[in-house]
C-alpha cells in the first residue's frame, strides 16, 4: 500500500505551508481552501480514523485545533466564526484516510455550509432514545477516575 499524502507531509518528503508543529501534531494550510485560511490538523501518527489514535494523540489535536482557532480570531483575516470538521470514514464524507482536522474560517456570504437532512416537527420518543442509548453505553470505555 503506497504512503498516505498526510504521512509524507509528516515527515517532510511532501511540501506543505506549516501552521504549527510539534513532536505529535501538524498544522498546515489546505491546498485546496474552502475559505481564505482553511487549516488542516493530523495526527504525526498514521491512523485512518480518529478512533484509531489514543487518547493522547486525539486530545493533541483538538488541543492544537483551539490554538488555531484562536490565531484566527486575532489575525487580520477578520473571520467571524470558524467550523472544525473532522470526517470519520468514507460515508462521513472523509477522502483522505488519515485522521484529520478542517479548520475552517467562515466569513459573512462565503458560501460554505452544512446541511442538516429535513427533520420530522416531532420530537423521539424518550424510549426509542433509552433503547438507543443503551446500544451505545454498553460500548463506552470506562473512565479509570469514575
Sequence with gaps: MPECIFCRIAR????????????????????KPITKGHILIISKKHAELLTELDDNQAADMIVVAKKVGLALKK??????????????GAEAGQNI??????????YRGDGFGLRMPERDEEEEDEKRLERTAIKIRKFMERRADS
Excluded: W
Design 12 to 31: 517532510g518528503a511532501q511540501a506543505c505551508t506549516k501552521v504549527y508543529e510539534d513532536d505529535s501534531v501538524l498544522a498546515f494550510m489546505d491546498f
Design 75 to 88: 489575525s487580520k483575516l477578520n473571520c467571524h466564526a470558524i467550523n472544525y470538521i473532522l470526517s470519520d
Design 97 to 106: 484516510f488519515h485522521a484529520h482536522m478542517h479548520v475552517i474560517p467562515r
